[in-house]
């Protein structure tokens, strides 16, 4: 089993849906992370979360919410879905010390039309 | 603020050919970098890291990076490409000092790898 898993791998929704896209891990990392990849712009930040208690916008947390349901679990909500929201995202786990490092999700492709 | 710059958006390349991907940062603190691939329609595969210690830092894939201080960059760099190599490269960073964990990225380098 992948150390971060997503779900769905892609997602085509409706304007103005409800949409969750869940994710798990089993690194034991305390830190998670959503990410969201446009073509020519990278991998931008919505929101963090260092556990349960602390979660923390990003710099495009305009449009989304998280839950951190426990430590293994960061779901990103879209409340209301727009088509600009069309993009593939990333969650990610990161550990700190001597092993800095993160560890990405395969993705979620969602598409809103 | 951090800030990434990949200076080049495509680079294509003959295979077995050299290859360097530019990356440029700017950070008034210290910080750790790191160079990812994305192979088409998967996820991020970590290539290298530079936490500290020697500023020529190899990965995996006959990938190597060199740290310069002074000049704020961090290119990657390999001496013989395959095919297999096209993918998008992206470069990040994130802070050392009161680290919140937030990798800021560049926009990336798509490398096509021609026969």
């Known amino acids: 089993d992948a150390d971060v898993t997503q779900t769905p791998r892609n997602r085509i929704t409706k304007t103005g849906k409800r949409i969750m896209l869940e994710c798990s891990q089993t690194k034991g990392h305390d830190r998670m992370y959503w990410y969201r990849q446009d073509p020519g712009l990278g991998l931008r930040l919505i929101y963090y979360s260092f556990d349960v208690k602390d979660i923390n916008k990003g710099e495009i947390s305009d449009g989304y919410s998280v839950s951190r349901q426990a430590q293994a679990k960061f779901s990103l909500s879209l409340e209301s879905a727009i088509p600009n929201q069309t993009a593939l995202y990333f969650c990610a786990t990161s550990e700190t010390g001597e092993n800095y490092g993160y560890t990405f999700g395969s993705g979620t492709r969602l598409t809103v039309v | 603020a951090q800030s990434v710059t990949q200076l080049d958006s495509q680079v294509p390349v003959f295979e077995e050919a050299p290859v360097e991907l530019r990356c440029n940062y700017s950070?008034?603190?210290?910080?750790?970098l790191f160079w990812y691939v994305q192979y088409p329609n998967q996820g991020l595969q970590l290539l290298l890291k530079?936490?500290?210690?020697?500023?020529l830092v190899k990965g995996i894939n006959g990938f190597e990076a060199e740290f310069n201080k002074s000049q704020t960059s961090f290119h990657l760099r390999k001496p013989s490409v395959h095919i297999s190599d096209t993918a998008e490269y992206f470069c990040a960073v994130t802070r050392v000092s009161g680290n919140t964990g937030k990798l800021i990225f560049g926009q990336g380098t798509t490398l096509q790898v021609k026969p």
């Open positions: 530079y936490l500290s210690g020697s500023t």
């Open positions: 950070s008034s603190v210290s910080v750790y």
